[in-house]
Antibody, heavy 119, light 106 residues
C-alpha cells in the first residue's frame, strides 16, 4: 500500500524558513518522480516543484524559483522541500505526491501539511 | 508558458445527468493531460491520465477525451458522490500547470 506522510508544516513569520519532509513507503521510491503541490485556503491546486526519480532533474514553479528547493534521499525514502524567504502568499496546504510510471502525472497524494506564513 | 483553462468554472446538475467539463491548453500538449477529482475537505484523486485512460478503480461513468489543445471530462450519469471540484493538469513538460478547476454541484 502506497503511503505518503508529510511533516514539517506550521506557523512561520514572513521571511522565515521551513523544511517539509515526506516519508514514503509501499513502492520503489527511486523509480518515480515526486511532486509538491499546494493549495491555498479556498483556492485551487498549484504545482510547486517536481524531482525526477534519481534526483538528477528538478523543476520549480516561477512563484517559488530561487526560494524553494526540492530534494530527495532515495536511501531513506524521503522527499523534502526547503522553503526560504517565505511570504504570506505561500500559506497553503502542501501535498507530497507520487508520479506515474515513466511520466509526471500524479497518481497518489499524501494528506498534506499546513504552512501558515504570518506575523 | 502554456496556460490551462477550464469551462465552466462551476455547474449544477441533477442526479443522472450527463456532465461535460472542458479543459484547454494554450499550446499543444499531445495527450499529456490528467484529470483529478477533489471532494470537499479531501485529498485530490487521479481519475484519468493520458487524456483518456481511466485510473484503476475509477467508475466507468467517467470518460476523458481529446488531444492537442482541447480535452473533455464527461460524467455519463452524475451521482451524488461526484460532488467535487475537478482539475485538469498538463504533464508533458514543466511547468506542470493545473487548470483553475470546475466545481460540480447537485
Amino acid at each position: 500500500e502506497v503511503q505518503l506522510l508529510e511533516s514539517g508544516g506550521g506557523l512561520v513569520q514572513p521571511g522565515g524558513s521551513l523544511r517539509l519532509s515526506c516519508a514514503v513507503s509501499g513502492f520503489t521510491f527511486s523509480s518515480y518522480a515526486m511532486t509538491w503541490v499546494r493549495q491555498a485556503p479556498g483556492k485551487g491546486l498549484e504545482w510547486v516543484a517536481t524531482i525526477s526519480g534519481n534526483g538528477g532533474r528538478t523543476y520549480n514553479a516561477d512563484s517559488v524559483t530561487g526560494r524553494f528547493i526540492i530534494s530527495r534521499d532515495n536511501s531513506k525514502n524521503t522527499l523534502n522541500l526547503q522553503m526560504n524567504s517565505l511570504r504570506a502568499e505561500d500559506t497553503a496546504v502542501y501535498y507530497c505526491s507520487k508520479g506515474g510510471y515513466g511520466d509526471y502525472r500524479i497518481d497518489f497524494w499524501g494528506q498534506g501539511t499546513l504552512v501558515i506564513v504570518s506575523s | 508558458d502554456i496556460q490551462m483553462t477550464q469551462s465552466p468554472s462551476s455547474l449544477s446538475a441533477s442526479v443522472g445527468d450527463r456532465v461535460t467539463i472542458t479543459c484547454r491548453a494554450s499550446q499543444g500538449i499531445s495527450d499529456y493531460l490528467a484529470w483529478y477529482q477533489q471532494k470537499p475537505g479531501k485529498v485530490p484523486k487521479l481519475l484519468i491520465y493520458a487524456a483518456s485512460t481511466l485510473q484503476s478503480g475509477v467508475p466507468s461513468r467517467f470518460r476523458g477525451s481529446g488531444s492537442g489543445t482541447v480535452f473533455t471530462l464527461t460524467i455519463s450519469s452524475l451521482q451524488p458522490e461526484d460532488v467535487a471540484t475537478y482539475y485538469c493538469q498538463r504533464y508533458n513538460r514543466a511547468p506542470f500547470t493545473f487548470g483553475p478547476g470546475t466545481k460540480v454541484d447537485i
